[in-house]
């Protein structure tokens, strides 16, 4: 089974960059496609991004398309979300999810990561 561990989270102002990292443990992360999502207060969760196991194929939800790059590195068990030109309506906590086979889905799940963005 994996673990993830998400990190790169923090306080920016409107405009600025950040970049989310994923980090995984376990052999068979390669295998997997890996997804991020974020919550809001009072939000249901939402996707934000993803991509198939070895980065050939790339998803985005429309908010964030043309402002956030996900990308991966399989030699490191890391999935990353590069986040640019942030917008305050961008303010989630991040979430980084492993999708373990077409049945399961997402069904491993990181803690989690803050990102606040200030007008």
């Known amino acids: 089974q994996v673990h993830l561990v998400e990190s790169g989270g923090g306080l920016v102002q409107a405009g600025d960059s950040l970049r989310l990292s994923c980090l995984a443990s376990?052999?068979?992360?390669?295998?997997?496609?890996m997804g991020w999502f974020r919550q809001a207060p009072g939000l249901e969760r939402e996707f934000v991004a993803g991509?198939?196991?070895?980065?050939?194929?790339?998803y985005y939800a429309g908010s964030v398309k043309g402002r956030f790059t996900i990308s991966r590195d399989n030699t490191k068990n890391t999935v990353y979300l590069q986040m640019n030109n942030l917008r305050p309506e961008d303010t989630a906590l991040y979430y980084c999810?492993?999708?373990?086979?077409?049945?399961?889905?997402?069904?491993?799940w990181g803690q989690g990561t803050q990102v606040a963005v200030s007008p």
């Open positions: 991509i198939n196991w070895n980065g050939a194929s790339k």
């Open positions: 999810a492993a999708e373990t086979s077409t049945t399961a889905g997402y069904a491993v």
């Open positions: 376990g052999r068979t992360f390669r295998d997997y496609g």
